[in-house]
């Protein structure tokens, strides 16, 4: 005993001389810190971040660890997130277009957010009152479109979506209309198990972190990760393997993939059977009303060939033996199985590697290698979970294991971006569910609240009337023409034309055609179009020049074609400069908001997650959260949800509104700590808890429940997932979420196009050809339309772009350190194919489209798709914009690809001329479909073109400085003794350091 | 000890984290701020302590992408601390960490011209030369939690690219890793034995495919008529 006390005395003396020897000064003015945890908004990734704020400024922004989504990491733009904060392009008060001043001048007066607020009630009160339709509401960085979309309902307009439209409807439409989730926010590859990763196109921040994270993962696994991109930056600099496909083309590579599968023998029956509509018997009549339908019986169920029975039955029952492979008669009609037909189009030779090779430029041998590779991964390399609780099957069948086919993909923009990414994307997840790789250990796994029914059923509203909210949402899921939004003459009723012939899926609306489309007025005109953080006038648009010029149109009496534009943006953007009325936001450390599972999900695979955000800075600045300005505006509009019947307020401000405001009984936005009757603390469902804010501040910001262990798999057909999420309220029902390989939407619309269908039909030639053209219920590989409208020769090149990891989904080209990373951009090609051209690195070209030319400095680089050009996309600013100064490299040796690409199709001289330049099934944005020809630029032709006048400083707006020092506190230097300095011989002498005598013996 | 970090090629995927996490927790740190010129205007610059250099090697198309992020190295050799006029550059015994005294620089540059690596940047504001700390006012602040005691870029990494630690002591995770990894130094015949250890990329595993090749179709087609399988 004695002994121990001198020993414990002894270390303790030692400790504490050793932290004497080494003591270091105190750096932090720790009694003017304090550290609050919230949520990044740098992109859309949504990480916890811990702020230490230090005398209202930012000292230091930490990922926070326990957080679900980035777990304690933080990439470069949430680290960079102080010079957001302090950026000189915040603005400082609401302002309005200078009376007498054009639009688009840059002339404004500042006046206070009581008159803003006044300005723009009385407004939307008149078109409220008269014609809900003459209002566009459309948001761009949003990650709050439950609310928006709550808003725009209430209001009682159609016009409403988000920014979906232009970045990656067919991503969330080609998982949703197949198998009831999607990529990232609705899904991810389970990268604690996954042995092998394909990443289809370009896709570097969709996540930001979890990719990264998941990628690392992979490797110390020793998992394989194949890169399927034109270019190699990104991530595709640590794939095992690069897939330099030519852009736009993966539909072949994915399906070709499929033929070798077929060829091969090597896909997942059991799982086709069981979790797939792959047995489900069709109509086969081709030309006929029904054709391509599925057999149904009197109750609709579909039906498949049962082996046993030797007979058609019902298709969802359990325990019977359907046929996989079956051609026969059911009721005196011609039928086939589903997987008949895929065997039958995809071993078709059009499919070979060798022949996909030549249109997508990658090796057939290698394309026949990489699925086989995954099939051996799939079936040789198999996971097997064992449930010792076991897990319950949609039929009430009890199992002890989840098998797993551990090959996962990942795929966004690069796909997404093209106008045949929906059939490309349902390709991508052919190949996923022949592999057996769907919510599987290993696999691709759903994230809660998905999987859901597919699809979802929510069906777009269609109809709107004064003073009176929509019957239900503005978007939702059509699964037939029935469902179009249109009028009695089949026009478009939405502004943007979603749910038309145009584009029949269109579950996000179309943001990008909106200012054309108001602007001619086709199919009408509106009153006022208002925008959230949406940089319309600049690179958020195609065609940006023609843009510009169409917000400062008038009619022949002076008034602008677009009458009022409102604006709420934190910084000044290119599109401020074009606002009648600008709103000034909080930047996202100065507000309360919601992440919330009704609108964009924060959540992991094997758990459910949602979040908030606090303000940790005061802001100083005359601004408005825009989700407090909506609140206030409804509550000044009556709007039936957000007032009670005498009319008065029925919530504070918008913190009140979220901890009360039921969608539901017992949802609501925030599903963590709500209330059970007993008045404890419940998650998921439950009465609104006045404390509900203070329990997710407590709790780091976010809430996180971990999923039973027998809910993390095969969550389409686990009855006790089903059951779990029923009562969260994610799925209306506990039936099996059959995955559909078999599209029979698709199938409706393209009969409609054929003139066979029971049902809305369109009138117009094109429409009929659209329809019958690039609808069909399996996928297939189709050219991208400008492709087929232009002379290929003519523009050799194909043109994508991205953004850097360091800027992708930010707002931040402003930012003084993100900017060092990357102030201009480049147009970058393959280095022997531009010496072929005799183009020279860095030398300055122009780089011509069907709709018009632009002139770039190139670079060459080795890693480059040889028929592909490329650039970062929104590094190039209009002068004057976002604080920077006349002389920034963004305005003047950056440019915008977006001045090549046209909103609508090229022209041809036929109906299409006046159609969207979009995925002809969702409206989704077609960026990538560009081609060009590049030839160099004349001696002395330097510096970017076109270029634009400097928007004007603003009247009260804050000024850029020429130096830069940032610190929250002066620096506590370390110093250095004299003595050591005096006695301290060379760094080469023996005596300082072991290592070097070592070397030298 | 001989404190350093630990760099994994084979995940950094390029993405800057480390550097901005520097830069801001460092622009308040002990040697800061680290000033930034023209912030908004031409040619933005600034001082930064970690940089990550992209480089292609190879021809189209067997090229390949190398990030490469480099900061200050804490050499054994640390000839910058050697022609220091002013005895501001010093290598501290206790932890090998390579620092500058801000109060005795006099920004001569001659320890930037003999460094090797690049590590050292001038303030001109402050005429004071700065780098890399290693975050020594983080790795020892028995404030932090024991976790967050490591320098910033390391904690941020979202690919989880760079490890901390003590070279002397053969356990640590980061003697491990080089070991397992076979990790190197970057120019070691310039003899200025830098702590700072790469991990080269790892080699891809090959994934067989002989045993997933089918017989023929019609064998198949004959497999599909006759496979049952319950629902």
């Known amino acids: 005993m004695a002994e121990d006390v001198q020993l414990y005395q002894f270390i303790t003396i030692f400790a504490y001389s050793e932290v004497r020897m080494s003591a270091l000064p105190e750096f932090e003015r720790r009694e003017r810190q304090q550290v609050k945890a919230t949520t990044c908004y740098m992109c859309a990734c949504r990480c916890g971040i811990k702020v230490t704020v230090e005398d209202n400024k930012v000292r230091y922004i930490q990922g926070n660890r326990d957080h679900p989504v980035n777990k304690g990491v933080l990439c470069a733009k949430g680290n960079a997130g102080i010079m957001k904060q302090n950026s000189p392009a915040r603005l400082n008060s609401p302002l309005m277009r200078k009376p007498g001043t054009g639009r688009g001048e840059g002339e404004f007066v500042a006046i206070s957010m009581a008159e803003a607020l006044d300005i723009l009630e009385a407004r939307l009160r008149r078109i409220r009152e008269t014609d809900p339709l003459k209002l566009a509401y459309f948001t761009g960085r949003d990650q709050m479109q439950a609310l928006t979309g709550f808003w725009a309902g209430q209001f009682g307009t159609l016009n409403w979506a988000a920014h979906g439209g232009f970045c990656s409807v067919n991503m969330a ?110 109509v086969h009549t081709p030309g006929e009303k029904g054709h391509g339908l599925l057999v149904r019986d009197a109750e609709g169920h579909p039906l498949v060939w049962d082996m046993e029975q030797g007979a058609p039955v019902n298709g969802r029952l359990a325990d019977i033996t359907p046929a996989l492979f079956h051609e026969g008669e059911v009721g005196g009609r ?58 319950t099957d949609w039929a009430g069948r009890k199992h002890y294991q989840f098998v797993g086919r551990p090959v996962s993909m990942h795929a966004m923009r690069g796909i997404s971006a093209h106008s045949n990414g929906f059939q490309t994307c349902r390709a991508i997840h052919f190949l996923q569910i022949m592999l057996g790789s769907i919510d599987v250990p290993g696999g691709h796994l759903a994230k809660p609240p998905y999987p859901k029914h597919i699809p979802p059923a929510l069906k777009p509203v269609k109809d709107c009337a004064p003073n009176t909210p929509l019957k239900g949402p503005p978007l939702g899921f059509p699964t037939g023409p029935e469902d179009l939004v249109l009028d009695e003459n089949g026009r478009p009723r939405r502004i943007d034309k979603a749910y038309s012939w145009d584009a029949p899926l269109s579950n996000h609306g179309l943001m990008h055609m909106v200012i054309t489309n108001a602007v001619k007025g086709d199919p009408y005109r509106i009153d006022t179009l208002m925008m959230f953080m949406a940089n319309m006038a600049w690179n958020s648009t195609m065609n940006t020049a023609q843009i510009q010029d169409m917000l400062r149109e008038q009619d022949e009496d ?27 936001d909080t930047t996202y450390l100065e507000r309360f908001d919601t992440i919330s599972m009704l609108d964009r999900p924060i959540s992991e695979p094997h758990a459910a997650c949602d979040s908030i955000r606090q303000p940790v800075i005061n802001p100083e600045r005359e601004v408005l959260s825009w989700q407090e300005v909506q609140l206030e505006l409804g509550m000044r509009l009556g709007f039936p949800a957000l007032t009670n019947k005498d009319g008065s307020r029925r919530y504070k401000d918008y913190k009140d ?60 057909a686990n009855r006790d997932y089903l059951a779990f999420a029923r009562q969260a309220g994610w799925v209306g029902s506990t039936d099996q979420i059959v995955i559909e390989l078999y599209s029979e939407t698709q199938q409706r619309f393209k009969l409609a196009g054929q003139g066979l269908y029971d049902g809305p039909m369109p009138t117009e ?109 929104a590094i190039g600013k209009q002068k004057g914009s976002w604080g920077l100064s006349g002389d920034a490299n963004e305005s003047n040796h950056g440019f915008l690809m977006n001045h090549l690409i046209s909103e609508l199709l090229p022209k041809r001289g036929d109906a299409e001329d006046a159609v969207t330049n979009s995925d002809p099934i969702t409206g989704q944005a077609a960026w990538y479909d560009l081609k060009v020809k590049i030839y160099p630029a004349a001696a002395g032709e330097t510096g970017t073109w076109p270029t634009f006048p400097a928007i004007k400083p603003l009247p009260n707006g804050n000024r850029s400085p020429g130096v830069l020092r940032y610190q929250t506190h002066r620096a506590v230097h370390l110093k250095r003794s004299l003595e050591d300095i005096l006695t301290r011989g060379s760094v080469h002498d023996a005596n300082q350091g072991a290592v070097a005598e070592e070397d030298e013996a | 000890m001989k ?19 520097c830069k801001q927790w460092n622009t308040s740190g002990t040697t800061g701020p680290l000033t930034d010129y023209h912030p908004y205007g031409e040619d933005p610059s600034g001082v930064w302590f970690n940089r990550i250099r992209h480089y292609e090697v190879g021809d189209y198309p067997n090229n390949k992408t190398i990030n490469f992020p480099m900061s200050c190295m804490h050499c054994e050799q640390a000839d910058c601390v050697d022609v220091c006029p002013t005895g501001a550059s010093y290598k501290r015994a206790e932890d090998g960490v390579v620092l500058i005294d801000q109060d005795k620089c006099m920004g001569c ?53 760079r490890h901390f630690g003590d070279f002397d002591d053969p356990d640590s995770p980061v003697s491990r890793l080089v070991r397992e990894r076979a990790g190197y130094q970057l120019m070691p015949e310039l003899g200025y034995h830098p702590a700072n250890q790469y991990l080269p990329p790892r080699l891809t595993r090959p994934v067989p495919v002989e045993d997933v090749k089918g017989k023929s179709l019609i064998h198949s087609v004959r497999d599909w008529v006759n496979k049952a399988v319950v629902r």
């Not at chain 1, 198998?179 to 996954?194: L, N, S, V």
């Not at chain 1, 070979?352 to 799939?378: D, F, K, S, T, Y």
């Not at chain 1, 232009?790 to 043109?799: G, K, L, Q, R």
């Not at chain 2, 970090?5 to 993405?15: E, K, P, R, T, Y």
């Open chain 1, 558 to 584: 002076g008034e602008y074609k677009i009458p009022f534009i409102v604006i709420s943006d934190a910084y000044h953007s290119e599109m401020v400069n074009f606002a009648d009325l600008v709103i000034p």
């Open chain 1, 334 to 391: 011609p039928v086939r199985s589903v997987m008949a037909l895929i065997a039958e189009e995809y071993l078709d030779e059009q499919y070979a590697p060798e022949n996909a090779g030549r249109i997508c430029g990658v090796p057939a041998a290698q394309i026949e290698r990489l699925a086989l590779e995954m099939a051996h991964v799939a079936f040789r390399e198999s996971i097997v979970i064992e449930v010792p609780e076991g897990w």
């Open chain 1, 765 to 873: 030639a094109h429409h009929k050809q659209r329809l019958s053209t690039y609808f069909n219920p399996l996928p297939f590989y189709y050219k991208p339309l400008e492709q087929g409208r232009v002379d290929e020769e003519a523009y050799p090149f194909y043109a994508v772009n991205q953004r850097p990891m360091f800027m992708y989904h930010s707002w931040d080209s402003q930012n003084a350190w993100l900017r060092q990373l990357c102030a201009q951009n480049f147009l970058y090609m393959n280095r022997a194919r531009g010496e072929e051209l005799g183009i020279q690195d860095q030398s300055w070209c122009w780089v011509e489209s069907h709709n018009g030319r632009i002139r770039v400095q190139v670079k060459l680089m080795e890693g480059c798709q040889p028929d592909t050009v490329w650039t970062w996309n």
């Open chain 2, 109 to 161: 540059n001659y320890c930037s011209w003999a460094c090797p690596y690049g590590a050292r940047e001038l303030d001109r504001e402050s005429g004071t030369m700065k780098k890399c700390t290693l975050c020594i006012d983080r790795i020892y602040d028995e404030r932090l939690d024991p976790v967050d005691r490591q320098p910033s870029c390391v904690i941020t990494c979202p690919a989880h690219a």
């Open chain 2, 3 to 21: 404190l350093g970090l630990v760099i994994d090629l084979d995940v950094c995927v390029g993405c800057h984290a480390c550097a901005v996490s």
């Open chain 1, 173 to 282: 439409a080609g998982g949703l209309y197949t198998m009831g989730h999607a990529f990232w926010e609705f899904g991810d590859p389970d990268w604690e198990r996954t042995k092998y990763f394909m990443m289809w196109g370009v896709a570097d921040d969709h996540a930001s972190n979890p990719i990264k994270i998941g990628l690392e993962k992979l490797k110390r696994n020793g998992g394989k990760f194949v890169g399927v991109n034109p270019a190699r930056t990104g991530y595709q600099a640590i794939a095992d393997e690069w897939v330099g496909i030519r852009p736009g083309t993966d539909a072949m590579l994915a399906l070709s993939m499929l033929h070798v599968l077929l060829k091969h023998d090597q896909f997942d029956w059991e799982f086709l059977i069981r979790y797939t509509n792959a047995p489900y018997l069709v």
């Open chain 1, 657 to 716: 509104f979220i901890i009360n405001w039921e969608k539901e009984p017992g949802i609501g936005f925030l599903s963590g700590w709500r209330l059970d009757e007993n008045g404890n603390e419940v998650h998921l469902r439950g009465r609104p808890n006045p404390q509900q804010w203070e329990r997710y501040i407590e709790h780091g910001a976010f809430f996180e429940m971990e999923l039973p262990e027998n809910t993390r798999y095969y969550r389409h």
